[in-house]
């Protein structure tokens, strides 16, 4: 018996070791709509990581904005998904927002792995910054797995803040979460710690989290926010999911992140 086990636990891990990105990455290469399309502003981006790979983002400016938002979509789809949060962000908040493929993403180059989002997030932030928009500027948001690339950018960098939305506390918590039965997370390759890295944190950190996430247990969005120092504010979304955080969020969820926004801290703005 215990042999069975054994051999069966052997093969889970190794069916995970071939699986595993396809697992945590669902990259959709179309475009379902372009800002044209929405007659938005917008520039076309063609970025380059440091490791030499294309990537594709559009930056969406807006006159008189006070904040530029530089958001890391989640595992699924592509920047296109991500239009009607940018159009929010726009007419809610009154902030620039630039979008980024992650590579293998949409028009991206290449295939998707922990270190190579990294990188991506950084040569979207170097983008910002060569464009002569100073750290004070620009506020960081990741949805899902882009709040552990968010994250990862700002323990780095400098910007005047970061906003979380449904984070885990790390891929192998997400691991035991998602298959209680099998223990399968000692054989995890992908980290993206969160919950180890955001002591690091030194910046003002605002977290949502839909209270029915039926794929981030909520708890865990809790455990990174517990994990964080001050100053820090956790906003729990009433009756919300995974993905409909703002559209059942409302107004409420807006007034969150304009409270959170306008509250921050008067600093230089070094452009």
């Known amino acids: 018996m215990v042999l069975r086990i054994l051999v069966l636990l052997l093969f889970a891990g190794g069916l995970l070791l071939v699986l595993e990105k396809h697992l945590i990455y669902f990259p959709m290469r179309a475009h379902d709509v372009t800002p044209a399309v929405l007659g938005l502003a917008y520039e076309e981006l063609a970025l380059r990581t440091e490791d030499g790979v294309r990537l594709h983002g559009w930056f969406l400016p807006v006159k008189r904005s006070r904040l530029?938002?530089?958001?890391?979509?989640?595992?699924?789809?592509?920047?296109?998904?991500?239009?009607?949060?940018?159009?929010?962000?726009?007419?809610?908040?009154?902030?620039?927002?630039?979008?980024?493929?992650?590579?293998?993403?949409?028009?991206?180059?290449?295939?998707?792995?922990?270190?190579?989002?990294?990188?991506?997030?950084?040569?979207?932030?170097?983008?910002?910054?060569?464009?002569?928009?100073?750290?004070?500027?620009?506020?960081?948001?990741?949805?899902?797995?882009?709040s552990a690339v968010a994250l990862q950018l700002a323990v780095e960098v400098e910007a005047r803040a970061l906003v979380l939305e449904s984070p885990f506390a790390s891929i192998p918590a997400m691991a035991r979460a998602v298959y209680p039965f099998l223990p399968l997370w000692p054989f995890v390759r992908t980290r993206y710690d969160n919950v180890a890295k955001v002591g690091r944190l030194r910046m003002p950190l605002l977290v949502l989290h839909g209270d029915r996430d039926e794929v981030v247990p909520f708890a865990q969005g809790r455990r990174v926010f517990d994990a964080a120092p001050e100053p820090k504010t956790f906003f729990a979304i009433p009756g919300a999911s995974h993905n409909d955080t703002y559209a059942v969020g409302g107004e409420a969820y807006w007034q969150a992140l304009r409270r959170f926004l306008e509250a921050l801290p008067d600093e230089e703005d070094k452009r």
């Open 68 to 146: 530029t938002v530089l958001v890391c979509h989640g595992n699924a789809g592509n920047v296109s998904h991500r239009l009607d949060r940018a159009l929010l962000m726009q007419s809610r908040l009154g902030v620039d927002t630039l979008l980024f493929d992650y590579r293998g993403y949409g028009d991206s180059e290449g295939s998707p792995d922990e270190e190579g989002t990294y990188r991506d997030a950084r040569a979207a932030y170097r983008w910002l910054i060569e464009r002569g928009l100073g750290p004070a500027r620009l506020v960081l948001f990741g949805e899902s797995l882009g």
